[in-house]
Each structure stands twice: as C-alpha cells, then as structure tokens.
T-cell receptor, first 116, second 113 residues
C-alpha cells in the first residue's frame, strides 16, 4: 500500500516551453501533497505544499507564477513549470501524506526535467 | 546553523559491517523523526519512523532518538551491497504546518562486497 506515482519519469523540453508533471496517490486518498526539488548530491528542497481543493502554499523564494500547482482531487496533484529555462533543469519529486500517522510521507519516483 | 545537520559522507564499509548514520538538530519542538533511503535517480523510500525519544527496530535496521541531546541515529546491521544508497533523516513537530518535513543533507553509503 501507500504507492505514489509520477508522470513522466523523464522529460526534455526546449527553453520557453511549459511542462506538466503529474503526481498520483494510487491506493489512498491524499489530502496533502508536497512538491520537492533536488539537485545532484543535495537534499530535497520543499517547493510547495498542496491541499486538495485549495491554493498551494509556496516556500519562500519559490516563484508562484513559474511553478503552478493544482491539487484537483484527493489522488492527483500537478506541477506545471511555465516558460522553462535551463536553470529549471532538476529532479522534481512529489510526496503524499500517508493514511497512517500524520507525519508519514510517501514519495513518488521523481521526474527528471532537462531544459535545452 | 541549519535546523538539521547530517554528515554527507560518502561512507564506505565492507559487507557485513555495522553502519551508524546520524543527524543532529536544533529545534527542540521536533517530535517526529523519519529515515528515508534514496537510490540514485529514485524517490526516497520511508525506512523507519519514530515518535519522540526511544528505539525502534525493524529487521536489520534500528532507529534511535535522544531528544535530550537532539541526536538521532540509524543503525544497519549485517550491511549488504543492496544497502548502498543515500540515507536522509527528516523530522517534524506536532504544530507544524500540516506535516512539513525538514530534511538533513543525506549521507551517501557504499557497501562493498
């Protein structure tokens, strides 16, 4: 149980285009999902917290207009990177709060974004 | 000072060794402590979860929390090459913002056959 999927697993896009990444909780309902960014050999940096049916809460320094988050249902959250640039190339990981204790999070497999 | 400090390693041990991974933290309000394992280019996988102080054992893994010292540990017994990964500690407090986790930098572990 407690499986989280992400799609796509790897995407290459041209500078200036937008990319959408999906995060799904497959076997449980996730009222809260989190989006992280991870650079090579570094830890996870929380970008935003997404609650179903409400606006996402962004961490300080994260551009809301660039990283659009939508949590449309209890099993799906999306992250759209708008007008992507090479510096947006990174590993994006989502997590969903699990069905057990409130501070357990289950992570997706990650999406590698490369902007050329 | 970072809220959570973790030695990034890399740490290299022979197969069968006991591995000790550690994190220190500064926020005394932290009550929930997690260890995640992350293989290269994969999402983190929850290994152990502990509430407040004490020990928790699961197979070859033991998690320890010492709140008085603000220090947590993960021990891996009889380490295997398949344990080679990056290990991240994470923690949160009860009043926190809906379960937001604070992560350590991660320790890269290599177990040599």
């Amino acid at each position: 149980g407690a499986v989280v999927s992400q799609h796509p697993s790897w995407v290459i896009c041209k500078s200036g285009t937008s990319v959408k990444i999906e995060c799904r909780s497959l076997d449980f309902q996730a009222t809260t999902m989190f989006w992280y960014r991870q650079f090579p050999k570094q830890s996870l940096m929380l970008m935003a917290t997404s609650n179903e049916g409400s606006k996402a809460t962004y961490e300080q320094g994260v551009e809301k207009d660039k990283f659009l988050i939508n949590h449309a249902s209890l099993t799906l959250s999306t992250l759209t990177v708008t007008s992507a640039h090479p510096e947006d190339s990174s590993f994006y990981i989502c997590s969903a709060r699990g069905p057990g204790v409130p501070y357990e999070q289950y992570f997706g497999p990650g999406t590698r974004l490369t902007v050329t | 000072q970072k809220e959570v400090e973790q030695d990034p390693g890399p740490l290299s041990v022979p197969e069968g060794a006991i591995v000790s991974l550690n994190c220190t933290y500064s926020n005394s309000a932290f009550q929930y402590f997690m260890w995640y394992r992350q293989y290269s280019r994969k999402g983190p996988e929850l290994l152990m979860y502990t509430y407040s102080s004490g020990n928790k054992e699961d197979g070859r893994f033991t998690a320890q929390v010492d709140k008085s010292s603000k220090y947590i540990s993960l021990f891996i017994r009889d380490s295997q090459p398949s344990d080679s990964a990056t290990y991240l500690c994470a923690m949160s407090d009860e009043d926190n913002q809906g379960g937001k986790l604070i992560f350590g930098q991660g320790t890269e572990l290599s177990v040599k056959p």
